[in-house]
């Protein structure tokens, strides 16, 4: 499958949702650029990290209870 192009999609929407878009960023955290991921076995990895954050993911609000703000 071809990634979809900004025509076909959107403004606003991805090109594709089966390639992930890594952002390459500075120390500054100024951003370098991006990367369109086509890799079979990174976007797999991408998967697994997604799916083990969403598994130990917590609402917001419980969250914010356990975390101190600084601001």
Known sequence: MRPRTD???GPHEPTSPLFPLVL???EQ?????????????????FCQVRD???????PRTE???QVASTV
Do not use: N, Y
């Not at 951003?31 to 890799?39: A, H, N, R």
């Not at 083990?52 to 917590?58: F, L, P, V, Y």
């Open 29 to 45: 955290d100024r951003l370098l650029g991006t990367e369109l991921v086509e890799d079979p076995a990174r976007i797999l990895a």
């Open 7 to 9: 025509r076909e999609t």
């Open 24 to 26: 390459h960023f500075d």
């Open 52 to 58: 083990a954050a969403w598994h130990r993911a917590i």
């Open 63 to 65: 969250f914010v209870t």
